[in-house]
């Protein structure tokens, strides 16, 4: 069966800080990956997606990158946070319309 | 307009009420609709997803209305651990791949 892990599970990180969240899937091949960030009382909002190694689509102009080394990794990184960085970073692989999270970072910058 | 609109209520109802959310969506072109269940601090899960017919799966229904760009989540002898929040969730147009979610709706089920 298909798992997806992310780490770590709690952050608190200064403005200006690096960032790095670490996604990773088992029992699948060739996943689409998907990163998300659910800020207090929104709604998930799409950053993110890869349908292979070395392809990421942008969908919001922000601070952060993301990066897909290996077939079943998934990276999102910021060189220097910002406030309003915070949120629950939800990383999700999808086969087709499904798509299953991990059980999320909850990021807090101060 | 948000792309996806729900009241974010919260839905307070006793145990074994019937309690319907309704989701609106804006992009004509969408293709495939679903509901997720959301828990306090935790990551989305799909509850089910939505087809043209109807489809029920226990206490669960859901409806499309495409002519009115309308979804509905019926509930049906609430428990409480239905207590969550719902999302209300569209895929953007014809790219099937990319899903946008709604705020969710809350439900408080009370003994």
């Known amino acids: 069966s298909q798992t997806i892990h992310q780490w770590p599970a709690t952050l608190v990180q200064p403005v200006g800080s690096p960032l790095s969240l670490e996604c990773t899937v088992e029992?699948?091949?060739?996943?689409?990956l998907y990163w998300y960030r659910q800020a207090a009382g929104r709604g998930l909002q799409l950053l993110f997606y890869?349908?292979?190694?070395?392809?990421i689509s942008s969908e919001v102009p922000q601070n952060l990158s993301a990066s897909r080394p290996q077939d079943r990794q998934f990276i999102l990184s910021s060189k220097k946070l910002l406030l309003s960085d915070s949120g629950f970073y939800l990383c999700?692989?999808?086969?087709?319309?499904?798509?299953?999270f991990g059980p999320g970072t909850r990021l807090t910058v101060t | 307009r948000k792309e996806v609109e729900q009241d974010p209520g919260p839905f307070n109802v006793p145990e074994g009420a019937t309690v319907a959310f309704n989701c609106t969506y804006s992009?004509?072109?969408?293709?495939?609709f679903f509901w997720y269940r959301q828990d306090c601090r935790k990551e989305p899960k799909l509850l089910m997803s939505?087809?043209?017919s109807g489809n029920e799966d226990g206490r669960f229904t859901a409806q499309l209305n495409r002519a009115s760009q309308y979804i509905s989540l019926l509930i049906r002898d609430s428990k409480l651990s239905d207590s969550a929040t719902y999302l209300c969730?569209?895929?953007?147009?014809?790219?099937?791949?990319?899903?946008?979610f709604g705020t969710g709706t809350r439900l408080q089920v009370f003994p």
């Open positions: 999700a692989w999808g086969p087709s319309y499904e798509q299953y």
């Open positions: 992009n004509s072109a969408s293709q495939s």
């Open positions: 890869s349908v292979g190694i070395g392809q």
């Open positions: 029992g699948t091949s060739n996943p689409n």
């Open positions: 939505v087809y043209s």
């Open positions: 969730v569209v895929t953007t147009g014809y790219n099937t791949d990319k899903l946008i």
